[in-house]
């Protein structure tokens, strides 16, 4: 169900739910590895800061509005994974994208062609391709 409400929420907003979801893996990402911190994510709601963590999901929507709202370090994700990792120091590595666009949501392991397309598509990773 929160998936739905998640989903239904981006689409509302105009926001793609793959690019946001990669997103949002590179931000758990950082915040595992320290390069993120509670007070990286204070907010209007959140003045003191939250942590988001890889196991608790009470963090999605506050983060999310945060991207929408363009506020605090939703302004710096808001534009994906690579614009965000050339802003979040020694991020880069977990910025999953190809040509700076985040990967879809597809297994190249099952469609054995479809990695060519990442490297060859003049719009590569597209999540329709």
């Known amino acids: 169900m929160l998936m739905i409400k998640i989903n239904d929420y981006l689409n509302r907003q105009g926001m793609d739910s793959i690019s946001t979801g990669v997103t949002l893996g590179f931000v758990l990402e950082c915040v595992e590895r320290g390069i993120l911190k509670k007070e990286d994510f204070k907010s209007r709601k959140f003045p003191e800061g939250f942590l988001p ?9 506050p983060l999310l509005e945060m991207m929408v709202n363009r506020e605090g370090i939703g302004d710096i994700i808001a534009d994906g994974t690579w614009a965000a990792s050339q802003k979040i120091k020694d991020s880069e590595p977990y910025a999953m994208n190809i040509n700076v666009q985040e990967v879809p949501m597809h297994d190249p392991r099952y469609i054995n062609w479809i990695g060519v397309t990442y490297i060859a598509d003049p719009t590569p990773v597209r999540h329709t391709a």
């Open 53 to 61: 963590s890889w196991y608790d999901n009470s963090y999605i929507f």
